[in-house]
């Protein structure tokens, strides 16, 4: 199962709102050769961290498409510069996010490393490239939408299922609500 979680809190100049900016994107995803399987519902949510920008729409995708894992990662990152993203520092409101959450049971840069470090998310290697995304179990705003899609879904190194890893997030992990 290869899963990416999208996200946007401006709206974009050319696809309109948030919402419609994320549908866009997978629209020419699936042009680009990246098949949508199944999309969740649309949730918003709070910033994280904390700030004063408006909230995100999030979602994920289970998505099929013949690229390997790196040849998706940059044409995600084709995606989201088409769409006017600029990447200029961390956390800033942005018109689009895409994220490659999981490509199957592939864990890079290596599944040792990862236990190695107790878990922790590795270093982020040149080529920009980490299975599972080394986040995704703290972020309420992916593993929401993912339960709603996929929640069975096992995380290849913490071995949990989707509702495992959304069932033990604290509370104060942000806000999230399905868009109205």
């Known amino acids: 199962m290869i899963i990416i979680a999208l996200g946007a809190n401006l709206p974009s100049p050319v696809h309109g709102s948030p919402a419609a900016t994320l549908d866009a994107a997978l629209r020419t995803l699936g042009d680009a050769g990246v098949e949508t399987v199944v999309r969740s519902p649309w949730f918003e949510s709070e910033p994280v961290p904390p700030s004063d920008q408006p909230w995100f729409v999030n979602g994920v995708a289970i998505v099929r498409t013949a690229l390997g894992p790196q040849e998706l990662l940059t044409r995600i990152h084709e995606v ?3 769409f ?3 990447r200029r520092k961390r956390w800033e409101a942005r018109v689009i ?3 490659l959450i999981a490509y199957g049971d592939l864990v890079l840069p290596d599944a040792a490393a990862w236990r190695a470090a107790g878990e922790a998310p590795p270093e982020t290697p040149p080529d920009g490239l980490v299975l599972p995304h080394p986040r995704m179990q703290d972020r ?5 939408p993912l339960v709603a899609v996929a929640p069975e879904w096992r995380h290849p190194v913490l071995g949990r299922t989707a509702r495992d890893l959304f069932a033990a997030l604290p509370p104060a992990t942000g806000i999230v609500r399905p868009l109205p």
């Open 80 to 82: 989201e510069r088409s």
């Open 84 to 86: 006017g993203r600029v």
């Open 97 to 99: 996010d895409i994220d």
């Open 140 to 144: 309420r705003f992916v593993l929401e």
